[in-house]
């Protein structure tokens, strides 16, 4: 059975930095395309990043492009989210999902999602 988990969030002051970590059990994730994405509530879910399991590719949404940084540790089987500069505007639940090999494919897994909270 494929999980992920999510951890990391919280609150963080404006300007401020967070790392999420997205945790696999029951798939190898260095197979598959990684991809983050956020939600508030009343909004519609936002892709902000996905790095390909393919060639290690990442591709970032323009929103959070220079500010947010995916990055892999396969020997963790991990996938993290560095994101710097935050603003009141990143405050969402972030949640990680995953699919094989490609990123730009309909994503098969999600976890359940860490709430960050950017606030003063």
């Known amino acids: 059975q494929v999980q992920l988990v999510e951890s990391g969030g919280g609150l963080v002051q404006p300007g401020g930095s967070l790392r999420l970590s997205c945790a696999a059990s029951?798939?190898?994730?260095?197979?598959?395309?990684i991809g983050w994405f956020r939600q508030d509530p009343g909004k519609e879910r936002e892709g902000l990043s996905c790095?390909?399991?393919?060639?290690?590719?990442?591709y970032y949404a323009g929103s959070v492009k220079g500010r947010f940084t995916s990055s892999r540790d396969n020997a963790k089987n991990q996938v993290y989210l560095q994101m710097n500069s935050l603003n009141s505007e990143d405050t969402a639940v972030y949640y990680c999902?995953?699919?094989?090999?490609?990123?730009?494919?309909?994503?098969?897994?999600w976890g359940k999602g860490t709430l960050v909270t950017v606030s003063s």
């Open positions: 999902a995953a699919v094989i090999s490609r990123c730009h494919r309909e994503m098969k897994y």
């Open positions: 029951g798939v190898t994730l260095n197979d598959y395309a």
């Open positions: 790095i390909s399991g393919s060639d290690g590719s990442t």
